[in-house]
């Protein structure tokens, strides 16, 4: 195979992150003061780079590197044979999608791209030897490493909510049992029962899912237990596209009224949660106790485990980066992307993940070649859906100054329109365009 020039590679991208984060390149001035040494590693010849995580943003990495240089060997460590998107994983509650429909092979990164699949899980990472060891007690060794192993969480930060009750208590905010166990207790609960969502305090993994959530259950709800409730007791004051949710909830689930099915109490009315019964199912919020029927506590939230252990993460519990490169700037040699990564203003979504890992990969791929890095630009959209035919996103275009801070671009985006009176039409189409991203995006990971 041969490496691809920009303009192969532009018409071989088939996303807007792709086109985005290669047009910037073309508009913007180089940069110039880059972070390591460049030639010295191409002299030494060390074609290898390995991944940690299997995810949105490492399944991306690893493909986008093998399109742009295939000479470069790519490692892309994950424990699991399969893939589970987080994204749809609300919509498999309100009967939109399969489970089964979630799941995402990595048989065409291995067959098509040529990318080196190990199902194992990185225990260390040694950044002077340049060498990650594995649980199966491997040693892998690399010119550079990219890790992305999305989130882990602050257990027992609400009192009595630990790792062990989340196995009977689904937080569900990883994809996989946890989504299966909470549809069942879904279906089983009684009608009139009431469903309680705790979301967690910022910076979390997607800002409007505990929202898009609380949608797809009244969905159900409303269909087959219309007695029931949702409360969402939340640990906030506002969250993404509050307006947009809560006039979708005033038109389908009778949001404000005597007869609410969602209920949204935030923080400076005493909603925050603080502790958790699991005996007699009930949690104490600042303004008092409430007992329920299915309980969906969903953590406040740090990097993924390996980023601690191997002193990449920072006093907010996330991995500082240099955002033209996305290289640690705590360990050289080591870049970090998607939600573990602190990312400016890009919120931590799998859109931003898969944009974030296109940038990286080039950026990886300049460095190797001796190249210089050119300046990005990211792009995200979030779309939720308030019913199957009612959707609402949000998308915005980022860039990096000269501080090397993420910025939003002025006029590059913005929230679906408020008025959906005015605008009903636009709902349906943007549920439409929510399914149809999902089918992209996934796509643009794994095929
Ligand atoms: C309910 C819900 C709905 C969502 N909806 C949307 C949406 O509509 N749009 C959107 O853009 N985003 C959405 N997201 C967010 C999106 O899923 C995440 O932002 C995205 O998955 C982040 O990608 P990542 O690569 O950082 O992490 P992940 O995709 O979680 O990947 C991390 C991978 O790393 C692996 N790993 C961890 N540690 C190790 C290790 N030590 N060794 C090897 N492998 C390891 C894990 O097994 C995992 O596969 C949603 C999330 C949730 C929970």
């Not at 073309?26 to 003061?33: K, L």
């Not at 399969?98 to 225990?123: M, N, P």
């Not at 990564?341 to 070649?369: F, R």
Request: aromatic fraction near 10%; proline fraction near 5%.
């Amino acid at each position: 195979m041969r490496i691809l020039n920009r303009r192969e590679f532009l018409k071989y991208s088939l996303t807007a992150g792709a086109a985005m984060a290669l047009s910037a390149c073309e508009n913007m001035p180089e940069q110039s003061n880059q972070p390591l040494s460049q030639n010295t590693e191409h002299a030494k010849g060390r074609r290898k780079v390995v991944i940690i995580g299997g995810g949105v943003g490492g399944a991306t990495a690893a493909k986008y590197i093998r399109k742009a240089d295939a000479r470069i060997e790519v490692t892309l460590i994950e424990p699991k044979i399969s893939y589970t998107t987080c994204f749809g994983s609300n919509w498999v509650v309100a009967g939109i999608k399969d489970f089964a429909g979630l799941e995402h092979s990595y048989q065409d990164l291995r067959e098509k791209y040529g990318v080196k699949i190990l199902h194992d899980s990185v225990t260390q990472i040694d950044p002077d030897k340049r060498k990650v060891i594995t649980q199966d007690g491997r040693n892998l060794y690399f010119e550079r490493l990219i890790v992305s192993p999305g989130i882990d969480f602050h257990w027992n930060e609400i009192v009595g909510y630990t790792e062990e009750v989340s196995y009977e208590f689904p937080h569900a905010w990883q994809a996989g049992e946890q989504t299966k166990l909470l549809i069942r207790q879904l279906h089983a609960m009684r009608n009139g029962g009431t469903v309680i969502i705790a979301p967690p305090r910022d910076p979390f993994r997607c800002p409007p899912g505990p929202y898009e959530r609380a949608s797809m259950i009244a969905h159900y709800l409303k269909q087959h237990k219309p007695r029931s409730k949702i409360l969402i007791l939340d640990a906030k004051d506002s969250f993404s596209k509050r307006t947009l949710f809560l006039q979708g909830w005033e038109k389908t689930y009778g949001y404000g009224t005597d007869h609410a099915m969602i209920e949204w109490i935030p923080a400076a009315q005493d909603g925050r949660v603080l502790q958790f019964d699991p005996i007699n199912k009930t949690v104490y919020a600042e303004f008092g106790k409430q007992k329920a029927d299915v309980i969906n506590i969903i953590p406040a939230q740090k990097a993924g485990q390996i980023a601690h252990s191997a002193g990449l993460t920072d006093e907010t519990g996330w991995c500082p980066v240099h955002h033209r490169t996305w290289e640690s700037s705590k360990i050289p040699h080591v870049h970090v992307i998607g939600d573990a990564s602190i990312a400016g203003g890009l919120p931590k979504s799998g859109y931003a993940a898969n944009s974030e890992a296109k940038v990286c990969a080039l950026a990886v791929v300049a460095l190797m070649n001796g190249q210089q890095v050119r300046v990005p630009s990211w792009i995200n959209t979030c779309y939720s859906l308030v019913t199957p035919l009612y959707g609402i996103s949000v998308a915005m275009v980022y860039k990096v100054n000269e501080k090397d801070e993420i910025y939003a671009v002025d006029g590059a985006g913005g929230v679906s329109q408020s008025d959906y009176d005015g605008v009903a039409g636009n709902k349906l189409a943007e549920a439409i365009y929510a399914k149809n991203w999902y089918e992209n995006i996934t796509a643009d990971i794994f095929h």
